[in-house]
């Protein structure tokens, strides 16, 4: 966005604070813009050029040189960053925050700067210094403050604030809670305030989501998130150890601590999320259930933790004990090959983009677990199922991930979908359960997966969960034994990793990382799974 907060419209007379504002100011980002070469003051509507004198240009080009050959000497010098270095997923995923100007406290009222606050509303300055007045233009619209008065005039509102404007070392400083006054149309940058990071914010087109507020009933607890867009709130993680709901918007707002009894959930944490904002959730174990709930009144959304069982509520995920699991080996299983091209598009062949996502994938899970990853097939050839299943109870795996793309005749269609193993034994009533329970199970060998539903279960959670929160969603959850993985003696996943009959889906998947970046989200989930905490 092209800032315009040095430029001011000045009468006679006028103190010259278009010069400070023009030169030296730092932006929100701690980044200095300073124009040595040419210094614009604007007096009394004329525009004066003032160049430094030509003798300080060799000077000034002599300094320049010099720094340049020792940055570019000691840069020659320093060492290169290793991937294990950086944290998961920083090399291919790094969040972008909104533009924010910051705060001050003054008598105990919060106040931002008039120069950050016309960046932010882009803006332009007039001030006349003999009425101590300043007005903001931005667009249609019109604000104009005065020193040491509380009323503000926003187009033809009058506002009161809370604190007068203040002028602190050659600035106005204006009380924050002017941005909630601002006009909300399409023609003005909408600003909020947030008291987490103690910034005035430029709201992205995503929208904000507030700090939640949690109402603990014996019944159950609720947590109310004030949200600009209901329809993107998804919960990423089912287990209650991990509850996890993803917004699209950008957080504002203060987490609490702690929950104290008789709250069901015992901590609430932000996590990161390459689109809008994550949370996760500890919830106590003897919570029955959660849904989803929207204020009538609109503008909130809900997660009800309820504490006895009803027949409007999701269940948990299943969670085996806590602590790392041990992950010596994992078998990708590249979806396809040979005559079986699996899901065609133009452009775009299944077969062909399973094995380089399981080449990437490889690369990702050697370099954060200490275990060696192994394929069914290194080129374009077709195997059937029995041969898939041989390969990966060769090589003792402890998790085999079978790699398709989903294709559809909807073009609405989108989004991943994991399969994995009914955690059932094939038993579909109560009574088929208790009438069997004293009986031993004897498993056809091509269901023996049906042995390691749970932590297939715990895995699908984990690798959908940052699916999720990476933006590679919709994700959908089948607890179904797919035919790729009968007979594997291994936790595992059927994963249709996007819906290539989608446009947005191949969209995402040809950027220049896109493979990459999927590759990174499910090696993340993996590696949730492995760590178990």
């Not at 080996?329 to 062909?352: N, R, T, Y």
Request: glycine letters at 10%; proline letters at 7%.
């Amino acid at each position: 966005m092209r800032a315009r907060s040095g430029r001011h419209r000045q009468g006679p007379g006028a103190r010259r604070e278009s010069a400070k504002s023009d030169h030296g100011q730092v932006g929100a980002g701690g980044r200095s813009e300073t124009r040595v070469a040419t210094r614009r003051h604007d007096v009394g509507g004329s525009r004066v050029s003032r160049r430094p004198p030509a003798r300080t240009w060799p000077v000034a080009a002599l300094v320049l040189l010099l720094v340049t050959a020792t940055d570019s000497a000691a840069r020659r010098h320093e060492p290169k960053p290793r991937a294990g270095d950086l944290p998961a997923g920083w090399e291919t995923r790094i969040r972008v925050s909104p533009e924010s100007g910051p705060t001050r406290s003054l008598d105990g009222e919060t106040y931002v700067g008039v120069n950050d606050l016309a960046r932010l509303l882009d803006a332009t300055k007039y001030w006349r210094s003999d009425v101590r007045k300043l007005v903001l233009r931005a667009r249609a619209h019109r604000i104009q403050l005065t020193v040491d008065n509380p009323f503000a005039l926003i187009d033809d509102r009058t506002v009161r604030l809370p604190a007068p404007v203040r002028s602190r070392g050659g600035e106005l400083q204006v009380p924050v809670a002017l941005v909630d006054s601002l006009p909300h149309d399409s023609t003005l940058a909408r600003l909020r305030y947030d008291p987490g990071r103690k910034v005035v914010l430029q709201v992205p087109a995503s929208g904000v989501v507030g700090a939640p507020q949690i109402v603990a009933q014996p019944s159950g607890t609720t947590l109310w998130f004030p949200i600009d867009r209901p329809e993107d709130f998804v919960v990423a993680g089912r287990a209650r150890a991990h509850f996890r709901l993803r917004f699209s918007g950008f957080f504002i707002g203060v987490l609490p601590d702690t929950l104290a009894p008789p709250s069901l959930v015992r901590s609430i944490r932000s996590i990161r999320s390459a689109v809008g904002s994550g949370f996760e959730l500890e919830v106590v174990p003897l919570a029955a259930g959660y849904r989803l709930v929207r204020d009538q009144g609109g503008g909130r959304m809900g997660v009800v933790i309820a504490s006895r069982p009803a027949p409007d509520l999701e269940e948990f995920a299943p969670e085996g004990p806590p602590g790392p699991r041990r992950l010596r080996v994992v078998v990708l299983d590249p979806g396809h090959g040979g005559s079986d091209a699996g899901v065609a598009v133009p452009g775009v062949v299944e077969k062909d983009l399973t094995l380089r996502l399981a080449r990437l994938l490889k690369v990702e899970l050697e370099r954060r677990l200490s275990a060696r990853v192994v394929l069914t097939r290194e080129d374009d050839r077709k195997l059937s199922v029995d041969q898939r299943a041989e390969k990966a109870n060769r090589a003792r795996a402890d998790l085999v991930l079978s790699l398709h793309f989903d294709g559809f005749s909807s073009p609405a269609a989108r989004g991943a979908t994991v399969y994995c193993p009914p955690a059932t034994f094939g038993l579909q009533s109560e009574s088929e359960r208790t009438a069997s329970a004293a009986e031993l199970q004897v498993l056809q060998w091509r269901d023996v997966g049906t042995r390691h539903a749970v932590l297939s279960r715990e895995l699908a959670e984990a690798v959908l969960s940052s699916l999720e929160l990476h933006g590679q969603g919709p994700t959908r959850l089948r607890e179904v034994l797919p035919s790729s993985l009968l007979g594997v003696n291994a936790p595992g996943l059927m994963m249709e990793c996007a819906t290539l009959t989608s446009a947005a889906d191949r969209q995402r998947l040809a950027e220049p990382n896109g493979l990459g970046d999927l590759a990174a989200s499910i090696a993340e989930g993996v590696q949730s799974y492995q760590r178990n905490e």
